[in-house]
């Protein structure tokens, strides 16, 4: 590519002469006791790389750059090779970089960061075939007891490559050899089956994590990869679990395994796992966090309330309490007062979720970040709510303040939740109306409108509502899952229904919620068996109470009576009011 040599103010001339160069051969530090060394800085050397900077200074990059590689073409140093290569990056010259590292390397051919500096410049400049020569030589130069760790990094040269399925290309040529190698097998299939995961190849990318896993099954890499292909495709969850057999106590791993799980919504699951996180490294505190986060999701105030408790316990900055300048961005691992916070939180709504009020109060008075006051005004409001004082508790999100259009977007969902919780449907859906009237097109305001309409009995302004989110934003799973359910719940057009649900599938695979829906509709289809393989694997990922109802009607007019009351009994001891579980009982006359 030309040089596109811009103006670029480089360090100061005489401060990269002696610093940056690394011509001297000591320090005044060292030299007091020890026989001084002639500097490879000479008189000449020095004025041309003073020429070099003040050009550089002035503008003038292309000049800069001949007088620096000129320098280090004299006096053979790596500094001023690497100097002479930032020179034309900064200056987006890519094949004058190109020119600079190969000199570099016929100079200094065992030197790792020209390798380095050559593999990144070829990527930069779409050359990903060329990369295949020096990777393979960068690789050769490190030393043995360091090359798998090499090979495990290579991957993340190419991880701004346009041409996904180049690099992984690339990545298989450079580490073909390395495959058949004891050594450094099971790095390298983990390193190409990445190239191929980022080139949307899960197929290849599994089969190369389950020769690394059968290789060695207590490798930690073929199981990190697991985890990511568990995202895109199905048959690697073996690896990562026969990684945690053979090393049960490998914590960071079973961490990462329970996140993917609780990001499936197979919330049960994820909770096992932090409870043998728990169980063998009972003293440290996020994982306490995150499983109290999991019990509350599914309702399980009681033990969401145990572990929190004992995060806070744990948690380093719990005697000072949450600073009000802390904020939580939902990281997977928040900072002390974040989590704090986010404790906090769940502990007033694992109040609430019992009924104790006051005491969801003082786990929200201990919340002061200027970030979540507009969630603890909700929460509060919630409180007011549940206990009759519904004007109070919409006077209060009223009266929350706007900063951004977004606050005003989330006060108006606030609001409408408030008016759900105690089944006021027509004023919910007032406050969502005019709201939509702000923001004409967003998708889930009419989402949200869609499903009041629902509970109003207002089925076709729900289907009109549910088929406009459709048509703003094609890929909105909740739109379809809701539609196809709704047809079904009412014994309409089935087939259709099982269409959208299938359609919300695919865009959502394998979300408990769907899935349901979709054992729902084969239930009213008459098929039966198929209906309760459906709604088991639903209920299996998440025992919600209404996936319980479905799974335990199924379970009932198919003649297996004990196991759909011992469904159903659990279900109400999770939220014994919940509607579609109160109905499907009245209905069924199930004596539980």
Request: aromatic share 6%; glycine share 6%; charged share 25%.
């Amino acid at each position: 590519m030309p040089v596109r040599f811009v103006r670029s103010k480089g360090m100061p001339a005489l401060a990269l002469a002696v610093a940056c160069l690394g011509l001297a051969t000591g320090t005044r530090a060292q030299e007091s006791d020890a026989p001084r060394a002639n500097s490879a800085l000479t008189a000449p050397l020095f004025y041309q790389l003073l020429i070099g900077e003040i050009e550089l200074s002035e503008g003038a990059v292309g000049t800069a750059f001949e007088v620096v590689l000129d320098a280090a073409r004299k006096t053979g140093n790596e500094q001023l090779y690497r100097r002479a290569t930032d020179i034309a990056l900064q200056a987006r010259a890519g094949d004058q970089a190109l020119q600079a590292v190969q000199a570099w390397r016929t100079a200094l051919p065992e030197s790792l960061d020209a390798l380095r500096y050559q593999v990144q410049i070829l990527v930069a400049l779409n050359r990903l075939a060329d990369t295949v020569e020096p990777l393979r030589a960068l690789i050769k130069a490190t030393p043995a007891a360091d090359r798998p760790l090499m090979i495990a990094a290579t991957p993340r040269f190419f991880a701004r490559s346009g041409d996904r399925k180049a690099a992984a290309m690339a990545l298989d040529g450079a580490l073909a050899g390395y495959t058949e190698t004891p050594a450094t097998a099971t790095a390298a299939r983990v390193a190409i089956g990445r190239g191929w995961l980022l080139a949307q190849d899960s197929a290849r990318a599994l089969e190369l994590a389950r020769k690394a896993h059968r290789d060695d099954p207590g490798a930690e890499g073929p199981a990190l990869l697991a985890l990511e292909l568990m995202q895109a495709t199905d048959g690697a969850e073996p690896i990562v679990t026969g990684f945690l057999a053979a090393k049960p106590g490998n914590v960071p791993v079973r961490m990462l395994y329970a996140r993917v799980l609780a990001t499936a919504q197979r919330n049960a699951e994820a909770i096992t796992q932090l409870e043998i996180i728990t169980r063998n490294d009972p003293a440290t505190a996020q994982p306490w966090l995150t499983l109290g986060a999991l019990h509350l999701d599914l309702r399980q105030a009681k033990e969401a309330t145990v572990a929190l408790k004992k995060y806070l316990e744990l948690a380093p900055a719990a005697a000072s309490g949450a600073s009000a300048a802390a904020s939580d961005d939902d990281d997977e691992t928040p900072s002390s007062e974040a989590g704090l916070l986010q404790a906090y939180m769940l502990l007033a709504q694992a109040a609430e979720m019992q009924g104790d009020f006051a005491q969801a109060e003082v786990w929200l008075s201990k919340v002061d970040s200027p970030q979540r006051a507009l969630e603890v005004q909700v929460r509060r409001a919630s409180l007011l709510a549940r206990q009759g004082k519904i004007d109070e508790a919409r006077a209060l999100i009223r009266k929350a303040p706007e900063k951004t259009p977004e606050d005003a977007r989330a006060k108006a969902f606030a609001e409408a939740q408030v008016l759900r919780d105690v089944k006021q449907w027509s004023a919910a859906y007032d406050v969502l109306a005019a709201a939509g009237k702000k923001f004409p097109n967003d998708a889930d305001l009419l989402y949200e409108q869609s499903m009041i309409a629902e509970k109003q009995g207002r089925m076709d302004d729900m289907e009109r509502l549910l088929r406009r989110v459709i048509e703003i934003q094609p890929d909105y799973h909740h739109a379809y899952n809701a539609l196809g359910y709704s047809l079904a719940e009412r014994n309409l057009r089935l087939e259709e229904a099982r269409d959208l649900i299938r359609k919300a599938l695919a865009l959502k695979p394998g979300e408990p919620f769907i899935t349901d829906s979709l054992g729902w509709v084969e239930y009213r289809l008459g098929n039966r068996e198929e209906a309760a393989r459906l709604l088991r694997q639903a209920y299996h990922s998440r025992p919600d109470p209404e996936i319980a109802a479905h799974l335990g009607e199924v379970l009932w007019v198919s003649g297996q009576r004990d196991e759909a009351r011992r469904i159903l009994r659990d279900a109400r001891g999770r939220d014994a009011n919940n509607d579609v579980l109160l109905e499907t009982l009245a209905r069924l006359h199930v004596d539980l």
